[in-house]
């Protein structure tokens, strides 16, 4: 069982740059998101989408976008790189949760170490 | 004011030892609660859920008070593989799936 593939690992991007993070799930998750880690913060949520079709805006979302075309695969575009997006980047789902217990586990993939130059 | 606050740490302590740390949150509507475990910035993996009667795994002990929204957690018989960063995660409001996170606690233990 894969869960959560995400790709590239490493990466370097030239300010004004475009690239595509892949986040792929194979658990049928309906919920997935994509955060970035910073030094002495918390993750941060940049996009999130509760199902294939949906998507909606996190707590930091501008310079990203995301869609959701299919239930497994939830990409997340850098439209021009800022050294500002220099960052680690995961992608998570899980599934809806239901009754008191709102939220099940969380899977996240491996990450992405991103520097913008 | 963060929608979750930890103390950043690190603690520092020898094997064996128990150390505990708490975490607090902003939204009292928050359904689901949890701590992560996150290794030297790979990603973080579920440690435990957290629910309002508390509750143990091993040498683990997580606490819910709903009143003073916080949450803690006890590590007991602290081992060395147990040096990471914690995070405490917590459901934005009443109903709603998105998560928030800490910023982490770090537990250095040592030999």
């Known amino acids: ?117 | 004011r963060k929608e979750v606050e930890q103390d950043p740490g690190p603690f520092n302590v020898p094997e064996g030892a128990t150390v505990a740390f708490n975490c607090t949150y902003s939204n009292s509507a928050s359904q689901s609660f949890f701590w992560y475990r996150q290794d030297c910035r790979k990603e973080p993996k579920l440690l435990m859920s957290v629910y309002s009667s508390g509750n143990e795994d091993g040498r683990f002990t997580a606490q819910l008070n709903r009143a003073s929204q916080y949450i803690s957690l006890l590590i007991r018989d602290s081992k060395l593989s147990d040096s990471a960063t914690y995070l405490c995660v917590v459901n934005a409001g009443s109903n709603d799936y998105k998560l928030s996170f800490g910023a982490g606690t770090t537990v250095t233990v040592r030999a």
């Open chain 1, 1 to 117: 069982n894969a869960g959560v593939t995400q790709t590239p690992k490493f990466q370097v991007l030239k300010t004004g740059q475009s690239m595509t993070l892949q986040c792929a799930q194979d658990m049928n998750h309906e919920y997935m998101s994509w955060y970035r880690q910073d030094p002495g913060m918390g993750l941060r949520l940049i996009h999130y989408s509760v199902g294939a079709g949906i998507t909606d805006q996190g707590e930091v979302p501008n310079g990203y976008n995301v869609s959701r075309s299919t239930t497994e695969d939830f990409p997340l575009r850098l439209l021009s790189a800022a050294p500002s997006q220099t960052s680690v980047y995961f992608c998570a789902s899980h599934q809806v949760g239901k009754g008191l217990q709102l939220n099940t586990e969380a899977f996240f993939g491996q990450g992405t170490r991103l520097t913008v130059v």
